[in-house]
T-cell receptor
Framework: SQQGEEDPQALSIQEGENATMNCSYKTSINNLQWYRQNSGRGLVHLILIRSNEREKHSGRLRVTLDTSKKSSSLLITASRAADTASYFCATDRGAQKLVFGQGTRLTINP | DTGVSQDPRHKITKRGQNVTFRCDPISEHNRLYWYRQTLGQGPEFLTYFQNEAQLEKSRLLSDRFSAERPKGSFSTLEIQRTEQGDSAMYLC?????????????FGSGTRLTVV
């Protein structure tokens, strides 16, 4: 079963705009991770935020975590065509496995 | 070490045949995971190894599925008597206890098509 739910399921924006994706989950977690997947490829780890953190930055990525609402958001600033991919949130409950959401399909239009 | 390697990249098989996939994790990583991903969905957990011990198996892993990790190095995932419903991308990932805050490293996957 999948714990996380991403919103929106699909997002299409113009190059240079910011993209925001949201993730909700159901149970308590140790950390939450975001991954990117290009079509037909494996997943690439983007960023990990621990349950005691509220915000984290990495380059053009900004992740927030609200454990009271069991939700997280991923912001990609100044989007580029190469950011076109599916983005997944995954929760780690310390059970030695990640539980993934269904993903947000992001399209950056030139 | 260039990352997690999976072989083959693609496999087309007839229903009822057996298939075996291989995963070579990052050599320093003691944890290895198998996931399955169908079109438009997120990856679903199948099984997890710490060194050579298989510590958890999902209910998705029917008795037709078996995974091994001899000597705690590479792993194999075998599917016996394949069914059309087994068609999916099979992803392998590895991680290290010491680097648990750096996420998993995934391979490029093996895409299985059962015809």
């Amino acid at each position: 079963s999948q714990q996380g739910e991403e919103d929106p399921q699909a997002l299409s924006i113009q190059e240079g705009e910011n993209a925001t994706m949201n993730c909700s989950y159901k149970t308590s977690i140790n950390n939450l991770q975001w991954y990117r997947q290009n079509s037909g490829r494996g997943l690439v780890h983007l960023i990990l935020i621990r349950s005691n953190e509220r915000e984290k930055h990495s380059g053009r990525l900004r992740v927030t975590l609200d454990t009271s609402k069991k939700s997280s958001s991923l912001l990609i600033t100044a989007s580029r065509a190469a950011d076109t991919a599916s983005y997944f949130c995954a929760t780690d409950r310390g059970a030695q496995k990640l539980v993934f959401g269904q993903g947000t399909r992001l399209t950056i239009n030139p | 070490d260039t990352g997690v390697s999976q072989d083959p990249r693609h496999k087309i098989t007839k229903r009822g045949q057996n298939v075996t996939f291989r995963c070579d994790p990052i050599s320093e990583h003691n944890r290895l995971y198998w996931y399955r991903q169908t079109l438009g969905q997120g990856p679903e957990f199948l099984t997890y190894f710490q060194n050579e011990a298989q510590l958890e198996k999902s209910r998705l892993l029917s008795d037709r599925f078996s995974a091994e990790r001899p000597k705690g190095s590479f792993s194999t995932l075998e599917i016996q008597r394949t069914e059309q419903g087994d068609s999916a991308m099979y992803l392998c990932a590895s991680s290290s206890y010491r680097e648990e805050h750096y996420g998993y490293t995934f391979g490029s996957g093996t895409r299985l098509t059962v015809v």
